[in-house]
């Protein structure tokens, strides 16, 4: 599943150990640009995304599963990312990821192409 919006908060890394070793888990919270716009928590585990290169105000695009499990009769449901990218395109004057990092000055022409199709969803 896919969703893009910006990033509105980091919250606290989170660490420990497990029975498969030690474990790590930055979740932020990403808003969604609608006419009713939503907020959704979305986590990652490990080093799979490195959230270095994204800050507070960058809009992004999040590709991620939802995954719930059961504990002692109740249910924990969770959005994991495993994959996150600058969200690109010309349209978006005020979009503030262009030029406020340095490694995403390369990035909006490979991203344009694609948003120019988002628009055109079948659904």
Request: with cysteine; charged share 25%; proline share 5%.
């Given at each position: 599943?896919?969703?893009?919006?910006?990033?509105?908060?980091?919250?606290?890394?989170?660490?420990?150990?497990?029975?498969n070793?030690?474990?790590?888990?930055?979740?932020?919270?990403?808003?969604?640009?609608?006419?009713?716009?939503?907020?959704?928590?979305?986590?990652?585990?490990?080093?799979?995304?490195?959230?270095?290169s994204?800050?507070?105000?960058?809009?992004?695009?999040?590709?991620?599963?939802?995954?719930?499990?059961?504990?002692?009769?109740?249910?924990?449901?969770?959005?994991?990312?495993?994959?996150?990218?600058?969200?690109?395109?010309?349209?978006n004057?005020?979009?503030?990821?262009?030029?406020?990092?340095?490694?995403?000055?390369?990035?909006?022409?490979?991203?344009?192409?694609?948003?120019?199709?988002?628009?055109?969803?079948?659904?």
């Amino acid at each position: 599943m896919d969703i893009s919006g910006k990033i509105i908060q980091f919250l606290q890394v989170q660490s420990g150990q497990g029975k498969n070793g030690t474990w790590k888990k930055q979740e932020f919270i990403l808003e969604t640009g609608d006419n009713y716009p939503k907020k959704v928590c979305i986590a990652v585990w490990g080093d799979k995304i490195d959230m270095g290169s994204f800050k507070t105000g960058d809009l992004v695009d999040v590709s991620f599963d939802v995954e719930s499990r059961e504990y002692n009769g109740r249910w924990y449901t969770d959005v994991k990312a495993w994959k996150m990218a600058p969200k690109g395109g010309g349209g978006n004057s005020s979009a503030p990821v262009p030029g406020n990092n340095s490694n995403f000055n390369t990035m909006p022409g490979t991203f344009e192409a694609s948003s120019g199709g988002d628009d055109d969803l079948p659904f």
